[in-house]
């Protein structure tokens, strides 16, 4: 890949909570713990450089597995829809995915087994040529690509990014053809994107391009 950059994430821990209120970042009701402060940090710094450089920039998490041809895949379906805001590349497989396939299809939800995708060492075998479908609800935010305009638009829609919960679509146990709406509280900063894929042109290239390699039992997070 080329031109690539490397950015240090922000640390949460050396962030003032008072000086993050005083300066529109947060509510004063967030509850965001200290590495969550930290990834919402980065993220914003990141959307503002796409906002001062005028340009679209793709984000990568440092252990995000990529598609052998990430770079063209991905070139080629942003130039098929030139229109967007923000295109997530990957995205958390244990949690409900909500997509539009189009062709006047109703929505659909996308669960994943997670013992067949145990095996993340042979990912890269299982990816093929993705397509391009309007994301309405997701977790997780280790790969996408956001144009400076939706960088802007965003930032005026989040901040002060309070504690307001997302919602989100379950199963019932069975076939699973009946559901419910369920709240998903705002504890991380792809909760309050979720908030805002309804107003915008959220895509998800899928079958993913990128895989996040999520290990809760490292991870500085905790599922709610």
């Avoid at 993220?43 to 679209?56: D, F, Q, S, T």
């Avoid at 062709?103 to 990912?123: G, R, W, Y």
């Avoid at 994301?135 to 997780?140: C, T, Y």
């Avoid at 002060?160 to 419910?180: D, F, T």
Wanted: aromatic residues 10%.
């Amino acid at each position: 890949m080329q031109h690539i950059e490397v950015f240090r994430a922000g640390d949460g821990w050396s962030l003032s909570r008072t000086e993050l209120v005083t300066d529109g970042v947060i509510a004063p009701e967030n509850r965001y713990v200290e590495p969550a402060l930290g990834v919402m940090m980065s993220h914003l710094k990141l959307w503002e450089y796409a906002i001062v450089n005028n340009r679209a920039i793709t984000v990568l998490e440092d252990d995000v597995i990529l598609h052998p041809r990430f770079e063209g895949l991905t070139r080629q379906m942003m130039e098929q829809q030139p229109n967007f805001d923000f295109i997530a590349w990957g995205v958390n497989t244990d949690w409900p995915i909500r997509i539009l396939p189009g062709s006047a299809m109703p929505e659909v939800t996308l669960l994943f087994d997670q013992q067949s995708h145990s095996d993340q060492k042979n990912i890269d075998t299982m990816m093929t040529t993705p397509s391009l479908f309007r994301l309405k609800s997701f977790s997780g935010i280790c790969a996408y690509t956001v144009t400076p305009q939706a960088a802007q638009k965003l930032i005026r829609k989040v901040l002060p990014v309070g504690n307001q919960p997302a919602r989100v679509l379950c199963r019932k146990a069975g076939l699973g053809l009946e559901s419910h709406t369920m709240t998903w509280s705002n504890s991380g900063f792809d909760v309050e994107l979720n908030r805002h894929t309804d107003s915008m042109g959220f895509y998800l290239g899928f079958p993913f391009a990128a895989w996040p390699l999520n290990d809760w039992t490292t991870s500085s997070f905790s599922r709610q």
